[in-house]
């Protein structure tokens, strides 16, 4: 499907879910479901209130769907929104550290020697970017996690480029400096 052709059914989609449309909510939710779980767990690592925090996000897109232009596509303005939700989430759990309960989900647990070692190195990562600010922990788990473009990062942030470039190198300088006094994280940083 051609963007014009992507873009019209994504403001049809959204038209319909704002005037109530059950069918079309329920379409929305399921093809965003997974992206919306995704981008939470790349900016949070495993967290205990994902759930609630997807379901915030949702309540959040379907609210705001009356605003949806499409001048973005669809899924890029979920993941805008998602953002948001988690900023919001981290700026309120300032101080309390968003620790990963398990991080079995990275690998298929084949190797359990190898799931305890990505354990431990997501444990000591989300460490490092716990300490971080809301804004430089986002733009490096967009970018660096997820691997997104930073002009795609600076879109979902509100941020500008520049801003962006500049919390990304800052994160990755404090993720480094870590690196540089634990042997295992640096192997996986390095």
Request: charged content about 35%; aromatic content about 6%.
């Amino acid at each position: 499907m051609g963007t014009d052709a992507a873009r019209a059914a994504d403001r049809s989609l959204a038209r319909r879910c704002a005037a109530g449309d059950a069918d079309a909510q329920r379409a929305l939710f399921r093809a965003h479901r997974e992206r919306v779980h995704v981008v939470l767990y790349r900016i949070l690592g495993t967290n205990r209130e994902m759930e609630d925090l997807a379901q915030e996000a949702f309540l959040e897109i379907f609210r705001s769907l009356p605003r949806f232009r499409g001048e973005a596509q669809l899924s890029t303005w979920v993941d805008r929104i998602t953002t948001r939700v988690a900023t919001r989430h981290l700026r309120r759990k300032k101080g309390t550290p968003a620790r990963l309960e398990a991080v079995a989900e990275l690998v298929d647990g084949d190797d359990p020697a190898r799931t305890v070692e990505l354990r431990e190195v997501a444990r000591r990562l989300y460490g490092v970017l716990d300490a971080l600010s809301p804004e430089m922990r986002i733009a490096y788990a967009l970018h660096v996690v997820d691997g997104r473009p930073l002009r795609e990062v600076a879109k979902l942030t509100d941020a500008t480029l520049v801003a962006t470039k500049t919390r990304v190198w800052r994160a990755r300088r404090a993720v480094e400096a870590r690196a540089a006094r634990d042997p295992v994280l640096a192997e996986w940083v390095g």
